[in-house]
């Protein structure tokens, strides 16, 4: 089953904007990551938050965790053509020896000249 | 260093067809997964091997599917027989096993696209 919801489903934007993304998640977690895809391509990590931390920032990528709303959201600033792809947020639940990954159903950014 | 391998990129079949996808994992990482993306979807995961160990196949259809990893290396995942909604990209990854309290990055492979006509 899905564990997160990503809104929007889809988004366009025009070169140099900034694009948001949410995920929203129901359960407990232990971090939280976000992964882009290029069209049929593998997955590529971009960042992970953890459930103590509130704001992270790599290079143009920022994330946020909000705990008490269960839900995150991905902000990419100054945003390329490059960065057309679908993005997907995944919760991380430790369980015994097991870190369990799950992905909700991602957003479609679509970047225009 | 060498990516998650996946083999073949794309299959199509019919469907009550049998089909089988390769996976070689990163060298030395002893975790290895399955995940099906079925397309507007985000990855479902269907099995997590630890070594040659099955971690969790709770979301693995085991009346068709199934998978193993005999060496503790690379891994096949078969579906026999084929239905048509098993249609999907079935990517492969796999991390270290640093502990479930550490963070252990999934790598992924580019996937396989399967097509059950």
């Known amino acids: 089953s899905q564990q997160g919801e990503e809104d929007p489903q889809a988004l366009s934007i025009q070169e140099g904007e900034n694009a948001t993304m949410n995920c929203s998640y129901k359960?407990?977690?232990?971090?939280l990551q976000w992964y882009r895809q290029n069209s049929g391509r593998g997955l590529v990590h971009l960042i992970l938050?953890?459930?103590?931390?509130r704001e992270k920032h790599s290079g143009r990528l920022r994330v946020t965790l909000d705990t008490s709303k269960k839900s995150s959201s991905l902000l990419i600033t100054a945003s390329r053509a490059a960065d057309t792809a679908s993005y997907f947020c995944?919760?991380?639940?430790?369980?015994?020896?097991?870190?369990?990954?799950?992905f909700g159903t991602g957003t479609r950014l679509q970047v225009t000249l | 260093e060498a990516g998650v391998a996946q083999s073949p990129r794309y299959k199509i079949i019919e469907k009550r067809q049998s089909v089988a996808f390769w996976c070689n994992p990163i060298?030395?990482?002893?975790?290895l997964y399955w995940y099906q993306q079925i397309l507007g979807q985000g990855p479902k995961l269907l099995i997590q091997?630890?070594?040659?160990?099955?971690?969790?196949d709770s979301q693995l259809p085991k009346d068709r599917f199934s998978a193993e990893r005999l060496k503790g290396v690379d891994s096949t995942l078969k579906i026999q027989p084929a239905k048509l909604e098993d249609s999907a990209v079935y990517l492969c990854?796999?991390?270290?096993?640093?502990?479930?309290?550490?963070?252990?990055?999934?790598?992924f492979g580019p996937g396989t696209r399967l097509t059950v006509l």
């Open positions: 938050i953890r459930s103590n931390e």
């Open positions: 995944a919760t991380v639940l430790n369980t015994g020896t097991a870190s369990k990954l799950t």
């Open positions: 359960t407990s977690i232990n971090n």
């Open positions: 060298s030395g990482h002893a975790t």
């Open positions: 990854a796999s991390s270290l096993n640093l502990g479930a309290n550490s963070y252990n990055e999934q790598f």
């Open positions: 091997f630890q070594n040659n160990g099955v971690v969790d």
